[in-house]
T-cell receptor, first 116, second 120 residues
Framework: EAEVAQSPRYKITEKSQAVAFWCDPISGHATLYWYRQILGQGPELLVQFQDESVVDDSQLPKDRFSAERLKGVDSTLKIQPAELGDSAMYLC??????????????FGPGTRLLVL | AQTVTQSQPEMSVQEAETVTLSCTYDTSESNYYLFWYKQPPSRQMILVIRQEAYKQQNATENRFSVNFQKAAKSFSLKISDSQLGDTAMYFCAFMKLKAYSGGGADGLTFGKGTHLIIQP
């Protein structure tokens, strides 16, 4: 069964350092989402891509976060510089993204970030 | 903006019992989906059940069923014959559909979750 892949699974970094997360969605899925899940909370959307275009990044802290999906397949989320409050699980999800198709999102295992 | 509220931070039941998790939401949209996702300890989020807002019939998936009350903006999850493997965080989520053809859907808006513990 196809799955969303994410790496690394765990990342420990010091504040002010740069960190990057990678996501490979299910093959053929046009829509890709990045969420941030703080411990004990539900995930919150950071950015949504349709193919290579950003559809929604209204909740992305653009002074330090950036996201790209250059060829409309895999995606990278970067934080620079990292702050203590960025410690969280970063989840990637994908969906077929086609009108008339069930819009179920399939989640990856996440990257757990700890900023010291 | 949409909001999703789960008022039960934690619930605990005995194996084989039936349990209902509550969820309410607030939206001015008319075209949307509702979901329940399960997040087992240290494992990824998986879909439990989904409901289209225009469908009056409540969705059912094996032991899982929902009670969707659109006017009341309520979307509860019932788990029958609970099993130890049902122990997990359960998240209620809302998804708005874009108005134009081919627009796809927005990201999910999640509640804070309910930690369900199934006791042996």
């Amino acid at each position: 069964e196809a799955e969303v892949a994410q790496s690394p699974r765990y990342k420990i970094t010091e504040k002010s350092q740069a960190v990057a997360f990678w996501c490979d969605p299910i093959s053929g899925h046009a829509t890709l989402y990045w969420y941030r899940q703080i411990l004990g909370q539900g995930p919150e959307l950071l950015v949504q891509f349709q193919d290579e275009s950003v559809v929604d990044d209204s909740q992305l802290p653009k002074d330090r976060f950036s996201a790209e999906r250059l060829k409309g397949v895999d995606s990278t989320l970067k934080i620079q510089p990292a702050e203590l409050g960025d410690s969280a699980m970063y989840l990637c999800a994908s969906s077929p993204g086609l009108a008339g198709v069930w819009e179920t999102q399939y989640f990856g295992p996440g990257t757990r970030l700890l900023v010291l | 903006a949409q909001t999703v509220t789960q008022s039960q931070p934690e619930m605990s039941v005995q194996e084989a019992e039936t349990v209902t998790l509550s969820c309410t939401y607030d939206t001015s949209e008319s075209n949307y989906y509702l979901f329940w996702y399960k997040q087992p300890p240290s494992r990824q989020m998986i879909l439990v059940i989904r409901q289209e807002a225009y469908k009056q019939q409540n969705a059912t998936e094996n032991r899982f069923s929902v009670n969707f009350q659109k006017a009341a903006k309520s979307f509860s999850l019932k788990i029958s014959d609970s099993q130890l493997g049902d122990t997990a965080m359960y998240f209620c989520a809302f998804m708005k559909l874009k108005a134009y053809s081919g627009g796809g859907a927005d990201g999910l808006t999640f509640g804070k979750g309910t930690h369900l513990i199934i006791q042996p």
